[in-house]
């Protein structure tokens, strides 16, 4: 007996060969697998985008502190006398004498997105020279840093291009006061380049937050002192703050946002698979039954059920597959690298980009061909089982 | 040419269930059926005439009794056993042809060597003989839809005997043709019982058709005419 595949080739021939008899409700089923894939991905590649972005902008060696219980920069406060006491702590790296400490506040500010012409909420980040110094990986890119002790604004590239009036030179009325901007920051996939950067003193003044701060950074010697420097944090009964490397502080407000994103995703698109999943199965009994004759035919010669089935589970798998291939192409093109914003755990916006990566596409392909496999499943049986004596009926 | 036993019947039995009442389509019947015969199978609607063909054919089974092809019994044969043995040796003839109608003429008359483990070289060898034989060489990149009902009868008969089966079995094999056309498919049918010495079993309702045949079996109430009988 000639080989299963043979047989099988030959049924999968004249499947996919009868498409065009079908072919409105080949195009629907192509159409909707298309539109989950896309759909997945777009969810997906939007939690990488932003996972990545906050991934990436943090130091395993820089320590963020924030008050205890605080799980934003926003909600936190930190006291002077407090500062002071973390600036005599363990393991802290200096700088010309210095210990490398950056006091920061942190406020929201309003701007309006350039997508949308609508108001959104930014941060603008109070820092001093050791703010700057601390993060290796800003550089100005456009115009010059600002100059202590006036009102001069950076920044950040992604805020540039997402959001209205913070082109050089430009004046920002931000809170009470008119800030120049004088300078355009980049710090490559990080969530800093999200923010406006000013003086911490004029900062302070301007908002009426003298003597407070929301965040102090610290640059240890080693990654290990971060722990050592939240154990003196907590001996300490002055000092009721957490202390964490800015890597994992980052990295759980990333999976806070990005499970958001995630969860709502593949809800989203099971839930599309299934009305698309309901398209392959009437596509593929319409395909069995419009080809009943044919079936019959070739088990009545001598092809076996199992060439049957697979060659129907075949002719699924081949419309899902031409579905995914255009929802991912799609999806790679529209989305892929497209910047957008969207509110952090700081409650402000995080600029970020759709990453798709070569997992993301394996992913949407398995769902395409899940749809395609179950879609195919019972009409694949049918065709296999379809009683023989029925030959005489036509 | 040999004229051995091809099918032996005994005892068959054949009951149709619908609803609580059982039909009884043949009871007891005992028939053998020699090599190189040509059979037609003529007698009214329900009478159980294109049961028997499928049941010679392993498309369906009896209640009760035994088929032997040759030495080998059949009737209790598996599924896939069935497949097995109608790709080997059964060729099927149908009233309306049964053709793919997305492949040609060539490609549908090639599908039963799909079931064979033959080299290209000889699948194109048979198929191109196939044709020849039921003068369609011409039409081999044809589709169905391109041919006649004629022509496409004769696809369906170079299909039937391309794989060289010992036996064809034809379901009205011309009840879809006008008269002319009817003769023509039945004078192929007797070249290859004549000069292929195939074994040919005809279904007909068509007395003319039957004329084609060396032996003519009337079946009527389960029996066949036993004179006829060989």
Known sequence: ????????????????????????????????????VGVLLCFLAMSKGFEKTLEGSGSEDVAVILRSGSMSELNSVITLEQARII??????????????????????????????????????????????????????????????????????????????????????????????????????????????????????????RSGIFQTIRVKMKKPADVKKLDEYSKNDPRLKLDTKSEKDFYLEQANASSDLI????????????????AGAINTMYNSVVSRTREIITLRVIGFNATATFFGTIIESLFLTSIGATIGVSCAYLLFDGLTTSTLSGNFTQVVFSFKMTFKLFIKAIYLSLGIGIVGGLMPALRAARMPLVKINSF | ??????????????????????????????????????????????????????????????????????????DNLSENELTQFRAMHVGFIFQFYNLMPMLTAYNNVELPLLLTDLSKE???????TALEIVNLSDRESHYPRELSGGQMQRVAIARAIVSNPDILLCDEPTGDLDRETANEILGVLKLLNEELNKTIIMVTHDPEAARYSKLTLHLDKGEFNQKELS
């Open chain 1, 262 to 277: 995630f969860y709502l995703g593949w809800p989203l698109s099971i839930l599309m698979s299934i009305g698309s999943l």
């Open chain 2, 122 to 128: 000889d699948k194109i060898k048979k198929i191109k």
């Open chain 1, 1 to 36: 007996m000639g080989h299963l595949s043979q047989q099988t080739l030959a049924i999968i021939n004249i499947n996919i060969r009868s498409i065009k008899n079908r072919l409105g409700l080949s195009i629907s089923t192509i159409f909707s697998v298309a539109l989950v």
């Open chain 2, 1 to 74: 040419m040999t004229t051995e036993n091809l099918i032996t019947i005994k005892n068959l039995k054949k009951t149709h269930i619908k609803g609580k009442q059982a039909l009884n389509i043949f009871h007891d019947l005992n028939m053998h059926i020699q090599t190189g015969n040509f059979i037609a199978i003529m007698g009214p609607s329900g009478s159980g005439k294109t049961t028997m063909l499928n049941m010679l054919g392993g498309i369906d089974k009896p209640t009760s009794g035994e088929i032997y092809f040759k030495e080998d019994r059949i």
């Open chain 1, 87 to 208: 600036e005599s702590g363990p393991g802290i790296r200096q700088w010309q004498g210095k210990p490398m400490i950056s006091k920061e506040s942190y406020i929201v500010v309003d701007a309006i997105k350039k997508s949308s012409n609508t108001p959104a909420n930014i941060p603008l980040r109070g820092i001093d020279k050791m703010g700057e110094i601390i993060r290796e990986n800003i550089s100005i890119v456009k115009g010059k840093m600002f100059t202590p002790g006036t009102n001069e604004i950076v920044v950040g590239q992604a805020l540039l291009n997402n959001f209205k009036g913070f082109g050089l030179n430009s004046q920002v009325k931000l809170g009470n006061a008119t800030w120049e901007v004088v300078g355009i920051f980049s710090s490559p996939g990080t969530v800093f380049e999200s923010e406006l950067w000013a003086d911490i003193n004029v900062v302070q003044s301007f908002f009426k």
